[in-house]
T-cell receptor, first 112, second 111 residues
Framework: EAAVTQSPRNKVAVTGGKVTLSCNQT?????MYWYRQDTGHGLRLIHY???????EKGDIPDGYKASRPSQENFSLILELATPSQTSVYFC???????????FGEGTRLSVL | QQKVQQSPESLIVPEGGMASLNCTSS?????YFWWYRQHSGKSPKMLM?????GEKEEGRFTVHLNKASLHTSLHIRDSQPSDSALYLC???????????FGAGTKLTIKP
């Protein structure tokens, strides 16, 4: 069964600290995405990837880095976390054009 | 960059009624549209997809697409309380895999 798994599910971080959010997919999909969701903004694209070794900037990449070391794994890195990055983060994977991305269960991040 | 606009922001419909949600892309190169449903505290789940002009029906759900006006709409008939959720419209363009979402319509079905 297709699956996208995010870890951790909840995270509390301190301002200025480094945070890494992880995503694993067992679907053998080429494309992976990181979105954040805030009330009133829907889902906003941070970074995406076409495959292992590739990362592309989305619409709101500032303050975030991404890493795709393998087909299965895609990480989102906050080098210096700020309170404005408090949000719910969703990872998704997709393959052929026209295929709707499949989402993970989300990570709730609070930066204090 | 492509923008996806959804309307209305929120909608209250009586149980058994018809809900109509709208979505428009700002980009003439829009290729695919999807509608997702997200229940409170859950992740988005794809509900309907449409790629060609016209209409597509699946049970109580109907989606329309007019590519000339870059507009899609989702209609839910015989609405049920379980349909209460955030409905998100997503679109992608020819030539890239970037998928853009709108801000969503919060639908509430009143028993």
């Amino acid at each position: 069964e297709a699956a996208v798994t995010q870890s951790p599910r909840n995270k509390v971080a301190v301002t200025g600290g480094k945070v890494t959010l992880s995503c694993n997919q067992t679907n053998n999909h080429n494309n992976m995405y990181w979105y954040r969701q805030d009330t009133g903004h829907g889902l906003r694209l941070i970074h995406y990837s076409y495959g292992a070794g590739s990362t592309e900037k989305g619409d709101i990449p500032d303050g975030y880095k991404a890493s795709r070391p393998s087909q299965e794994n895609f990480s989102l890195i906050l080098e210096l976390a700020t309170p404005s990055q408090t949000s719910v983060y969703f990872c998704a994977s997709g393959d052929a054009r026209g295929q709707a991305p499949l989402f993970g269960e989300g990570t709730r991040l609070s930066v204090l | 960059q492509q923008k996806v606009q959804q309307s209305p922001e929120s909608l209250i419909v009586p149980e058994g009624g018809m809900a109509s949600l709208n979505c428009t892309s700002s980009d003439r190169n829009v290729d695919y549209f999807w509608w997702y449903r997200q229940h409170s505290g859950k992740s988005p789940k794809m509900l309907m997809s449409i790629f060609s002009n016209g209409e597509k029906e699946e049970g109580r759900f109907t989606v329309h697409l007019n590519k000339a006006s870059l507009h899609t709409s989702l209609h839910i008939r015989d609405s049920q309380p379980s349909d209460s959720a955030l409905y998100l419209c997503a679109a992608t363009n020819y030539g890239n895999e970037k998928i853009t979402f709108g801000a969503g319509t919060k639908l509430t079905i009143k028993p």
